[in-house]
């Protein structure tokens, strides 16, 4: 009674045992460039890695650029972890001026210019009509007119209060359980957690309101924020991304949705479903 | 800039401040038979509390509440915590004796007989082209021809090996990320986490092969799992589901998929997206 699951967790990334025309070649690693990672460092030397999407929101991006190269959140803290919901960080005071250069309300970038996924979704699903990921790997959904970047678990959002505001991108937070569809459109997404996930979604969850952590003892401690452009070049890492403009990818994807016998295939599945593999450059 | 969200993230539940025809009345609310309720107490008294769906799986929660009788998982262990996938526990060895009254091999129960929502989601998805809520509680979905529970966050399925098996029930798992619905129709749901589902979604990831702990001491000890009839009067948990088979719960969820400016509404949601509250008895 070996009760190991058939689908395994992990994106779409390794090559199996025989070889299959799913598997990525080497050609569809592509790098991560070095102002694009953010390198978050927790306490006890936990470090969270993001890939930034400037081209999904550039002008958010460019606030959590400033943010790092000032050294903003040196000393903040994740402040809030709510069950099935979201962890947050930033400054838990929300008092900390922003730095020169920090625009506190940009324009919304809630959605993007145009729906255009390199492999599509079968199926279209609850919240919007067609979904699909970009060449470079990015998870989009469209209603017909506008389109978005989806909030897929371990994307990064930026915090808001209520509308009319965007968010600095001073606070950010990434969905830790199902995934918060529900805030596609309202909210902008700057990035998506690629490396340490699980220092962030395994924090114990705080029962207070909106899962804010009630003491500061509970909050864990930021101890620095940087782009990778901005470390010493053997502090640096590096990072590859799949790309999705490929039949690999494409394959990948079918598979995903059509997983062969003795698997009932369900003919679909979820963006989020599908992400793909990003990894340290070999 | 106070970064809360407009949306929060608890169930379907509570009333607002303002009433509003989507808060349930007090005969919405029901009770959980007392043989349909699971309490598993891990080390540390922390306690998970577990609804069972005896009519979407008879003979496997048959199975568990036999287990649960005979005292089978004390002394067991969580002891796989994979990142965005599941938390499992059971017997870590596998090589534990199934109880008498315990069938290894129960007939699948990976669909349900009919798909008959109280509540139909506004829109399809990717893994199914209508679901819903049951009057009593669990979310379901038909590709027009068979239907089957969702593996939703929280929802407890039946670990298996590969097909034709069907897993005993012994080894339970729960998805601890993005939902697990490409498991739909290959594995069976048992229940749902109604309590405690953060001591097992906050546990430490393993990195080894499929997140099981690689070690004994990381795994966290089972004191014991009963079903509350089978607890003294005294300790005995009373808890209640609001019940789908109404007005009420139908505005919530009409509520969910088209929320009120200032949000920007998607017309729709996931049926993961609605699970009906459980709450203690009050």
Known sequence: ?????????????QAAA???????VAADWRAVPDDELLVMTLANGRQVVIRLAPAMAPAH???????????????????????NWVTQW??????????AGVTDRPAAE??????????????ADGYSTASGITADGWPVATN????????CYGMVGVARDTLPSTGSGAELFTPIGQSARRLDRNYTVVGRIVEGMQYLSALPRSEAAMGMYATAGERVPIVSVRLA?????????????????NPRFAAAVTRRENPEAPM???????????LPAVRRAP
């Open 229 to 245: 452009s901005d470390l010493p070049a053997g502090e640096r890492p590096h990072f590859q991304y799949r790309s999705a403009d």
């Open 18 to 24: 025989v070889p299959s025309p799913a598997d990525p």
């Open 61 to 83: 991006v460019g606030n959590v650029r400033t943010l790092a190269r000032t050294r903003w959140w040196d000393g903040a803290s994740v402040y809030r972890v709510q069950e």
């Open 1 to 13: 009674m070996l009760s190991l699951f058939l689908l395994a967790a992990a994106p779409l990334a």
């Open 144 to 151: 017909g007119t506008q389109a978005w970047v989806t909030h």
């Open 264 to 274: 009932v295939s369900l003919g679909g599945a979820s963006v989020c479903d599908v």
């Open 110 to 123: 809630f959605e993007i210019a145009a729906f255009r996924p390199a492999v599509r979704m079968a199926k």
């Open 90 to 99: 930033g400054d838990a005071t929300e008092k900390k001026p922003l730095p």
